[in-house]
């Protein structure tokens, strides 16, 4: 009977099959980055409901952008050699019954702790979406698809913020857990209908190379495949790496850049360095290197990280700003928040088709000089701001997001050869969250070198002194993001012509036996 409710209403031969499984996927990035809004606008509630410092607010915010980052690209190999497919149904009602745990969460601990096992359900999504589209849509109609997804994605940055303020003033933040259920719920029932291509369900070329390695003579055992194909020492030392950089900087943030915390740093480090050496000499690593040699990908991906730095310190700092500083209610903070991102969801679709028609680099400049004017103006906020030139500042940062993306997309994707593409889809992704991540913590790391963290978990609005020590803490924030924002102009430069190695010059990776 199961069987028979479960049985796909929308066939292969069905011309809408396409369309059906790109609603299920823009529902769940509607979801994330709606959940993501939501609840970046009301860490301040949360922080001042469970008197929790600054610390443990970034750790809510970070946990789940970490554990998504450290699992994306490591689940991706698995799902491509299972199931794409069962592998995303899975994520979703495992993500959808962890939001539900959080609206129950008794304390800032377990809601750290349940979060980071909803970022680890978030990687079963996010490994696979941009491959199911790839070989779902035709070649001729995959841009539009990816121009849908791109609004979904903004979209929920833009909305969730507005709408989470709202009902955090009025039912309370605990239901802003249970708001994005709905969008997963009907994602997992329009999927679970929808008929999938075996192409785009499985990774065909990974699984060739298995059997590859199945019909040597002798054969390699079955744990040694696995042991090459899922790079499972990479993904490890990816992981540790991440949380402990991550772990150091928000430590920072309570007792400033002692021993023990530099230790950790230099761990941090170490373990980068073994990751970078095993991926060298891995037969099919996660990363393959060679990409680094072309200066404009590199750079490109540099300022992918840096726009998304960015654009974190600001989503982090601004409702401590606006609701601890000036006194707005938090549904009035959502608001001026979903400003940025309104922004940027109406440039993006504009972005896109521009860069088909001047070219990417006049883009990618105006953006960084959107960032530069956006962090000099928020520099200078004060006390007493008035709300005309708020707006301008929160306008002017979501164009230096929306000119940014879609732009910067097609640059990464077209400067590297074709058998480099999947790779750098899933480096993308990851750059992305590192990105929020690094944002976060260096923004909960600045503040907390001038105002004291118990100032920021009370229930009280800041006056005297600590609403000016916490603006002390907010212009240096917004100075570095000043610094980040110069050094993203010059990553969009030609800075091939500096290098003596040719920019189109990639190392050829070695065939795999």
């Known amino acids: 009977m199961l069987t028979t409710i479960t049985r796909p209403r929308i066939s292969l031969d069905n011309p809408r099959q396409m369309w059906f499984v790109l609603l299920a996927i823009c529902l769940v990035n509607f979801m994330f980055n709606f959940y993501i809004g939501l609840v970046n606008v009301c860490l301040p509630t949360i922080t001042e409901f469970f008197g929790a410092s600054v610390m443990t607010a970034t750790w809510i915010s970070n946990i789940y952008l970490i554990c998504l980052t450290v ?173 402990t950089l991550t772990y150091a900087l928000i430590l920072a943030q309570k007792m400033g850049f002692d021993i023990f915390d530099m230790v950790l740093m230099a761990v941090a480090l170490i373990f980068a360095a073994l990751f970078v050496w095993v991926e060298a000499k891995h037969e099919e690593p996660l990363f393959r290197m060679e990409v680094f040699r072309s200066i404009t990908f590199s750079a490109y991906i540099t300022g992918l990280l840096l726009n998304y730095i960015i654009l974190y310190m600001a989503f982090f700092t601004l409702p401590f700003y606006f609701q601890k500083v000036i006194g707005v209610p938090v549904n009035i903070s959502g608001i001026l928040i979903s400003i940025i991102m309104f922004t940027a969801m109406f440039l993006s679709i504009i972005a896109g088709g521009l860069a088909d028609k001047i070219g990417v680099k006049p883009l990618a400049i105006a953006a960084s000089i959107s960032c530069i004017v956006a962090t000099t103006i928020i520099y200078t906020f004060h006390t007493g701001t008035g709300l005309p030139l708020i707006i301008i500042g929160l306008i002017a940062l979501g164009f230096g997001y929306g000119l940014y993306q879609s732009p910067n997309n ?104």
């Open 71 to 243: 699992s994306v690209i490591f689940l991706g190999r698995i799902a491509g050699m299972w199931s794409r497919k069962k592998f995303f149904m899975i994520g979703t009602i495992l993500w959808v019954t962890a939001s539900l745990a959080c609206y129950f969460a008794p304390s800032a601990e377990m809601l750290i702790v349940i979060r980071g096992i909803q970022g680890l359900a978030a990687g079963f999504m996010a490994a696979v979406y941009y491959a199911i589209l790839d070989k779902t849509f035709p070649p001729e109609k995959l841009g539009l698809a990816m121009g849908c997804l791109l609004v979904a994605l903004s979209g929920g940055y833009a909305i969730g913020p507005l709408v989470g303020g709202f009902i955090a003033a009025y039912l309370g933040w605990h239901t802003i857990f249970l708001a994005v259920i709905p969008f997963g719920i009907l994602s997992i029932c329009v999927y679970l209908l929808t008929a999938q291509k075996p192409e785009a369900d499985k990774d065909l070329e990974l699984i060739e190379r298995k059997k590859k390695y199945e019909n040597k003579d002798p054969p390699f055992s079955r744990g040694k495949i696995y042991s090459i194909l899922i790079d499972y020492k990479g993904a490890i030392l990816q992981a540790i790496f991440l949380f």
């Open 410 to 513: 097609k640059m990464i994707i077209s400067v590297v050869p074709e058998i480099f593409k999947t790779q750098v889809s899933a480096m993308m992704t990851l750059t992305k969250n590192l990105g929020s991540v690094l944002g976060n913590c260096f923004a909960g790391l600045i503040l907390s070198s001038a105002i004291a963290q118990s100032a920021l978990s009370s229930n009280l609005t800041l006056v005297g002194t600590q609403a000016t020590e916490f603006m002390t803490g907010m212009e240096r924030v917004f100075l570095f993001g000043a610094l980040c924002s110069v050094i993203l102009l010059v990553s969009t430069l030609d800075l091939q012509k500096y290098f003596s190695q040719p920019d189109q010059t990639l190392i050829k990776t070695k065939e795999t036996s």
